[in-house]
């Protein structure tokens, strides 16, 4: 919506000071209100959604990091606000996290700043959180911040001198305790040990591979198991690891899947990873690797490696755990859908009628609001989103245009071309007292392209 409104675009990276110092405002805002409830759990709803917005305008280059962070140290200059601290670092780390060759130390240098603001050396040492609670992710973000920066100057041999404060220590000696090799036989527990090595060492693959194995092991399963895992990841667990961390997560279940379809075993996907990737796919942070990777890449290699079973499984994944997601790529997967069903596959009649009802239900779950700006956009090719040879389903497309224009109270003449293609894909006629209650542009259409029923032969 932000988006629209300012007519930015993805593919093109615009700077947007309005965005940047709306960011600004709102993290000051949650702090103040962080400070008035007197306790960060409190706000904990509201930090979970102000940092999924920020990591996505700052990921897009809508707004810039080092400007935000320079900006809030001025506005929080003589300012007492400590309460929401854990959590600001917590969203910046998301960012951090993810520091890879192409960008230079010195952008992220402004958040020792704000460090030496909000952390202040005269109070005392922070000792370590209760590691059974999803809140200790946050409470030892700063911590994992400074890990982060220490292995990009390394990394750059910045001539920068990178001893770890002593407020930190404390954090600083728990996390190095718990790696290779002190740690050697890693496993998921019900604790946050695991997110917590994730997060801090994401940019250090020597650390970084084996709590990651640990966290895909859980769902997957391993060769010892006797059994497929059924207990998914909590939401608890996938809100406490850093964006960098879900991303690796969930390429490594794409991997997994693909290399299973094309092992052709049979093997069916274990309940736990299934319904963990469902979670993942939520994260519009990460959509790039995670819903457009699931369109673009999963379902067509799957299909191309004849899978069924696990095609299936993606398919009823998407029918019912995926009504939150994003119309847009919901209409991109309907028109991918209709070439799968284009190509006939024999003895394939359940999958078939599987791939009907996922489209029957992605068409019938289009909001109004969203028919005309998402189905214009494949007006110069319709015949992507109509389907070949199912009458039901285009029938299921006028209705779904008609209850659009009815409720927006839009003009449907702009559906024409659609209209004229399914028409002439499934030639078909409506009723009158049906037509009656239809938009004027669709009765008029339908009436205009009438189609003679046919008569049996006595």
Request: contains cysteine; hydrophobic residues 45%.
């Given at each position: 919506m932000v988006c629209g409104m300012l007519g930015l675009n993805k593919q093109h990276k615009q700077h947007c000071q309005a965005i940047e110092e709306q960011l600004v405002e709102l993290v000051v805002l949650a702090l103040e209100r962080t400070e008035a409830e007197g306790d960060e759990q409190a706000t904990q709803g509201l930090w979970l959604h102000l940092s999924s917005q920020l990591i996505y305008f700052v990921l897009f280059q809508f707004a810039s990091f080092p400007n935000i962070v320079m900006s809030l140290h001025s506005r929080l200059q003589g300012r007492d606000l400590r309460r929401?601290?854990?959590?600001?670092?917590?969203?910046?780390?998301?960012?951090?996290?993810?520091?890879d060759s192409t960008e230079p130390l010195s952008n992220f240098l402004p958040v020792l700043r704000l460090y030496e603001l909000l952390f202040p050396e005269q109070e005392s040492p922070l000792t370590v959180p209760d590691f059974n609670q999803p809140q200790c992710t946050r409470q030892m973000a700063m911590t994992c911040i400074w890990i982060h920066l220490m292995k990009k100057?390394?990394?750059?041999?910045?001539?920068?001198?990178?001893?770890?404060?002593?407020?930190?220590?404390?954090?600083?000696?728990?996390?190095?305790?718990?790696?290779p090799p002190n740690n050697a036989a890693m496993a998921m527990g019900n604790d946050y040990r695991i997110a917590l090595l994730c997060n801090a060492y994401s940019t250090n693959q020597d650390y970084?591979?084996?709590?990651?194995?640990?966290?895909?092991?859980?769902?997957?399963?391993?060769?010892?198991?006797?059994?497929?895992p059924t207990a998914p990841l909590s939401m608890a667990v996938l809100d406490s690891l850093t964006v960098?961390?879900?991303?690796?997560?969930?390429?490594?279940?794409?991997?997994?899947?693909?290399?299973?379809a094309q092992a052709k075993s049979g093997m069916p996907l274990s309940p736990a990873l299934v319904e963990t990737y469902s979670r993942l796919l939520v994260y519009t942070e990460i959509e790039s690797l995670g819903i457009k990777g699931f369109i673009t890449q999963l379902l067509p290699q799957v299909y191309k490696s004849h899978a069924w079973?696990?095609?299936?499984?993606?398919?009823?994944?998407?029918?019912?755990?995926?009504?939150?997601?994003h119309p847009h790529y919901r209409v991109q997967l309907l028109s991918h859908l209709h070439s799968l069903a284009a190509v006939p596959q024999a003895n394939q009649t359940q999958l078939h009628l599987c791939v009907e009802s996922t489209a029957l239900r992605l068409i019938t779950g289009l909001g109004s609001g969203d028919v005309q700006p998402e189905l214009s956009r494949f007006l110069a090719e319709p015949k992507t989103i109509v389907s070949a040879e199912s009458e039901e389903l285009n029938r299921a497309l006028v209705?779904?245009?008609?209850?659009?224009?009815?409720?927006?109270?839009?003009?449907?003449?702009?559906?024409?071309?659609?209209?004229?293609?399914?028409?002439?894909?499934?030639?078909?006629?409506?009723?009158?007292?049906?037509?009656?209650?239809?938009?004027?542009a669709l009765a008029e259409f339908f009436t205009q392209h009438a189609v003679q029923k046919r008569t049996s032969n006595s």
């Open positions: 929401g601290r854990d959590q600001l670092m917590w969203v910046l780390l998301q960012f951090i996290s993810r520091l100057a390394q990394t750059e041999q910045a001539s920068i001198s990178w001893p770890v404060p002593s407020k930190l220590r404390i954090h600083y000696d728990f996390l190095q305790h718990l790696v970084f591979s084996k709590p990651m194995a640990a966290l895909v092991e859980t769902i997957q399963g391993s060769s010892k198991s006797a059994a497929p960098h961390s879900k991303m690796s997560l969930i390429h490594s279940i794409v991997t997994h899947v693909i290399k299973l079973g696990t095609l299936y499984t993606l398919l009823e994944m998407f029918s019912y755990r995926m009504h939150h997601i209705l779904t245009l008609a209850r659009a224009t009815h409720v927006t109270g839009t003009d449907g003449a702009w559906c024409h071309e659609l209209l004229a293609t399914i028409a002439q894909s499934t030639p078909h006629a409506w009723a009158p007292h049906t037509l009656e209650c239809f938009p004027r």
